[in-house]
Structures are given as C-alpha cells and as structure tokens.
C-alpha cells in the first residue's frame, strides 16, 4: 500500500506539469541543493521536452532550524536564484516569505544541512517548516533533498561525528532522513545521497575526490549532473536513461553510467519501507 501511495504522489507531481505545461520547484536549502538544481536540471528537463521552473533559496550550510529562525523574523538572508527559459536570475537579500508567494509553486523541497543529515535529533522541528510550506503554498507537495555523504578524505569539521567513516556517515543519513519523513508525512524523497553513492567507486569516481570538488560539495562534471538526473527521474515520474542531454564534461558512456546510477537509485528509493 505505501508504495502505491509513494507511486500515486510521483504521478501527481507528474500531472501538475501536464496539466500546467511547466512545473514549478522551490528548493529551500544550501549549497546542497546549489549542486542539484542550478546547473543541470533544466537542460535534463528540456531535452525531455519538459519546461521546469526552478527557484533555490540558498544560505550556505543552512540548517532547518535556521531556516525556521529566519521565517520567525522575516528576515531577508537568502540569495534566490530563479531559471526560467534556462536564464538564471539573481537576487541577494530576499525572504522566504516572498520566494513562497513569487511562483505557484507545484513542488517544494526541504532538507538539513549536510553534516546535522545523519543525526535524528536535527529533525526535531522537520515538522514545523513543512508547517509553514503548507500553510503559505498549500497546492504544493512536499518533497526530501536526501543529501550525500562527504569524500572519505573530507576535512570538513562536521566529518568526525561520523569517526570520518563515509559509509558510516551514508547510513546514518538514510536512517536519520527516513525516519523524519516518515514523521511528517513526506511520501516523496530525491535520493541525491544513494546516487551519489551508487557512483562511487565506479569510473565516474576520476571526476573529483569521490565525485567532490572540496570533500564535500559535488565535482562540476559528474556529479552535479547525477544529482540533477536522480531531481529530474524524481520529479517527473519518467527515467533518465536515455535523455540527450550530455554536459561537455561527460562522454557518451560516461553519461549512461551517471543515468544508470540516477535511475537506479530513484528505484531503490521507491522501494523503501
């Protein structure tokens, strides 16, 4: 039954984009979602024949409890970037607030910043952005930015909480983010972290320090783009495998093995408990 329920949510999202002709995103995140949404996934869309409109409310490492804190005092601290027609628009000093009401939005994605992703207690107040989300967009459907775990050199300073162990630091995630979805009635998860980590290990492991530029944030070759394809199969209801789009950066078999690794994911995902 609840994969059914989690099938039925991907079609609704899908529908909203048939029956709109474009499909409206916010991301309310960090850097994280930067690396997901900015750079490939209209392209991704495009070559589909899907028009996507995409907006990302960005404070680098932006925490939920932060994002709550600057709702409470209304306060402009966000850079907002907005693709429309695949032209990026920007603009400093903006507020939830407005960016809530700036679109019709079909979709928006919530997510804990990326060190605070493995540990439950960061989800305490999960509850009462998803809260807000509902009250200020309340045609939109809720949707988890399951983010990735760091490179296993990575010095980020939030690494040691999980004894500087990426596999330790990756099941920590899916079972922290798991469990607060299920909390709060979030059927829909992008699992940008078990794509990422499908690919690791694999050829597409030359991009990067364990497809990350700095130990943490994703290389700008394979993995921004792996994370936009885990977004756009997850988005749309429709497999990634296949799609035309192929950045500079990749060769033919490159891309597959990236889309492979998207889609895969996306179908694991779907099978989660």
């Not at 939005?105 to 960061?122: F, K, N, R, T």
């Not at 809260?131 to 983010?147: E, K, L, M, Y």
């Not at 997850?234 to 990749?250: D, H, R």
Request: proline share 2%.
């Amino acid at each position: 039954m609840k994969r059914i329920l989690i099938l039925f949510s991907l079609a609704l999202i899908g529908a909203s984009a048939l029956a709109n002709d474009t499909l409206k995103v916010l991301a309310i995140g960090n850097s994280f979602s930067e690396d997901a949404v900015e750079q490939n996934l209209y392209d991704i869309a495009a070559a589909a024949g899907k028009d996507i409109i995409i907006g990302n409310m960005y404070i680098g490492g932006c925490t939920i409890d932060k994002h709550l804190d600057c709702i409470a005092g209304d306060k402009p601290a966000y850079r907002y970037r907005k693709i429309v027609d695949g032209k990026t628009a920007e603009t400093h000093k903006f507020k939830l607030s407005d960016a809530i009401k700036d679109e019709v939005w079909d979709v928006v994605s919530v997510q804990q910043a990326s060190g605070y992703s493995g540990l439950p207690e960061s989800y305490a107040r999960l509850g009462e952005l998803c809260a807000w989300v509902r009250a200020n967009a309340p045609q939109a459907r809720i949707v988890f930015h399951q983010t990735w775990a760091y490179s296993k050199t990575s010095n980020h300073n939030h690494f040691p909480w999980y004894d500087r162990d990426q596999q330790k630091m990756y099941e920590a995630i899916l079972s922290a983010s798991g469990a607060a979805v299920k909390e709060n009635g979030i059927e829909v998860v992008i699992p940008s972290g078990r794509a990422i980590q499908m690919a690791r290990g694999t050829v597409l492991d030359a991009f990067g320090d364990d497809l990350t530029r700095d130990g943490f944030h994703l290389d700008l070759k394979a993995g921004r783009y792996i994370a936009a394809a885990t977004w756009f199969e997850t988005l749309f209801g429709k497999s990634v495998v296949g799609n035309k789009y192929c950045p500079e950066s990749l060769s033919k078999k490159q891309l597959r093995l990236a889309q492979k690794c998207a889609h895969r994911a996306v179908r694991q995902q779907r099978r989660v408990r």
